[in-house]
């Protein structure tokens, strides 16, 4: 088990990176904006169910035979620009809300949770970012390697669960009031679709 030093400088450190939006608090924020505070929460949720596939994967060592084989990482990577632009898609041709609604009709909080773990399980960046980030703060005289990635991987789970709340929690306050109109609410749409859009074209373009 890591020692109290080391998850103090790791929890440091994971807090350093999740305070810099990326491509998780993208779509976080974007689905608290489109749909309010409850479905950016289950999102957050969703992406952190993704979170604990890769701390298992980089537990196990399968996320190093992501990162070798260039094959692997290809499908992987256009499996989750696929999912990305169908999220795009929909959200662009959506059918107008009613003009006399109050609020954009909810979606399953079961579908929110499972598009946002997908969208984190299908970036084999992450993979790759967990496998490279997780063994520095292992050590072997404390034991096992395995069961101190997963230690680490909760607590990097943990914060993150905060940190992206928060980011939902302040977005969707922020947006409560723009979403007043269904003519506001197809302009949301519309720049939901193409945010996820845009991050489809930043997986495309990233390298291994």
């Given amino acids: 088990m890591p020692d109290l030093t080391t998850l103090a400088l790791f929890s440091a450190a994971t807090l350093a990176i999740l305070l810099v939006p990326g491509p998780a608090v993208v779509f976080i924020v974007t689905r608290s904006v489109a749909q309010g505070r409850a479905a950016g929460l289950v999102s957050v949720l969703g992406v952190h169910a993704g979170s604990a596939v890769h701390v298992v994967a980089a537990a196990l060592g399968i996320s190093a035979v992501l ?6 990482f290809t499908i992987v990577k256009y499996a989750g620009v696929a999912y990305l632009l169908w999220l795009g898609l929909r959200r662009l041709l959506a ?8 609020e954009p009709p909810m979606r399953s909080k079961r579908r929110t949770f499972w598009e946002g773990a997908v969208v984190n399980v299908l970036n084999p960046k992450t993979a790759i970012f967990f496998l490279a980030f997780l063994p520095h ?13 997963l230690v680490l991987g909760l607590v990097w789970m943990v914060l993150g669960i905060a940190s992206d709340g928060a980011y939902a ?16 609410r197809r302009r949301i749409d519309v720049g939901s679709g193409l945010v996820y859009l845009g991050l489809a074209a930043w997986l495309t373009a990233e390298k291994a």
């Avoid at 990162?67 to 692997?72: D, K, L, M, N, Y």
């Avoid at 059918?95 to 109050?102: H, Q």
């Avoid at 703060?137 to 990635?149: K, L, V």
């Fill in 137 to 149: 703060f292992t050590d072997p005289a404390a034991g096992p390697i395995a069961p101190q990635m």
């Fill in 95 to 102: 059918r107008p809300a009613d003009e006399d609604a109050a």
């Fill in 169 to 184: 929690l302040l977005s969707s306050a922020l947006a409560t009031r723009v979403r007043r109109t269904a003519r506001a």
């Fill in 67 to 72: 990162a070798a084989s260039a094959t692997a």
